[in-house]
Nanobody
C-alpha cells in the first residue's frame, strides 16, 4: 500500500522559512516525478513545484521561483520543499503527489500540474502571518 505523508508545516512570520517533507512508503520516490501542490481557502489547487526522476527537469511556479527549492533524499525516500522568504500569499495547505506513470515533470503530452495522480498525501498547513 502506497502512502505519502507530508510534514513540516506551521505558522511562520513573513520572511521566514519552512521545510516541508514528503515521506513515502510502498513507493520508491526516486523513480518518479514528485509534485508539490497547494490550496488556499476559496482557491483552486495549484502546482508549486515538481522534481523529475534522475536527470529530468525541475519546475517551479513563477510565484515561488528563487524562494522555494525542491530536493530529494534517496536514502530517506523523501522529497523536500524548502520555502524561504515566505509571504502571506503562500498560506495554504500543501500536498505532495506521486504516480508510477509519471517520471518527468513535463513532456510533449503532459504537464505535472495537470496530471491525474494516483497518490496524494493528507496535506500540511502553512500559515504565513505576523
Amino acid at each position: 500500500q502506497v502512502q505519502l505523508v507530508e510534514s513540516g508545516g506551521g505558522l511562520v512570520q513573513p520572511g521566514g522559512s519552512l521545510r516541508l517533507s514528503c515521506a513515502a512508503s510502498g513507493l520508491t520516490l526516486d523513480y518518479y516525478a514528485i509534485g508539490w501542490f497547494r490550496q488556499a481557502p476559496g482557491k483552486e489547487r495549484e502546482g508549486v513545484s515538481c522534481i523529475s526522476n534522475s536527470g529530468g527537469p525541475t519546475i517551479y511556479a513563477d510565484s515561488v521561483k528563487a524562494r522555494f527549492t525542491i530536493a530529494r533524499d534517496m536514502a530517506k525516500n523523501t522529497v523536500y520543499l524548502q520555502m524561504d522568504s515566505l509571504k502571506p500569499e503562500d498560506t495554504a495547505v500543501y500536498y505532495c503527489a506521486a504516480d508510477p506513470r509519471l517520471t518527468h515533470c513535463r513532456s510533449t503530452t503532459y504537464y505535472y500540474a495537470d496530471f491525474p495522480y494516483n497518490y496524494w498525501g493528507q496535506g500540511t498547513q502553512v500559515t504565513v502571518s505576523s
